[in-house]
Nanobody, 115 residues
Framework: QVQLVESGGGLVQAGGSLRLSCAAS????????MGWYRQAPGKQRELVAA???????DYADSVKGRFTISRGNARNTVYLQMNSLKPEDTGVYYC?????????WGQGTQVTVSA
């Protein structure tokens, strides 16, 4: 059974920071890539950031320069450092990990940025 566990969401003021964490575990040895998606009310789920096992990163234009995705020393862990948060960043953030054949999702963690 594959499981992705997220943490780090919360309520912050605009300009503040949050750090999201995700740990993936299960029968799959390694997930590649891993990333973060978010979904705001009434909006389509979008890719925020992704990272490959080789360290290549990809960011949504809206978060470039503010968010940093990284993989932990432990296998199948991923973090999202979010700085200079804006109200537009509000949404449910989902950890995502691709296995050999399937794509897996975490339960989601709420991020709310107040104006």
């Amino acid at each position: 059974q594959v499981q992705l566990v997220e943490s780090g969401g919360g309520l912050v003021q605009a300009g503040g920071s949050l750090r999201l964490s995700c740990a993936a575990s299960g029968s799959i040895r390694s997930f590649n890539p891993m990333g973060w998606y978010r979904q705001a009310p009434g909006k389509q789920r979008e890719l925020v950031a992704a990272i490959t096992s080789g360290g290549t990163t990809d960011y949504a234009d809206s978060v470039k320069g503010r968010f940093t995705i990284s993989r932990g020393n432990a296998r199948n862990t991923v973090y999202l450092q979010m700085n200079s948060l804006k109200p537009e960043d509000t949404g449910v953030y989902y950890c995502n990990a691709k296995g050999y054949y399937n794509m897996y999702w975490g339960q989601g963690t709420q991020v709310t940025v107040s104006a």
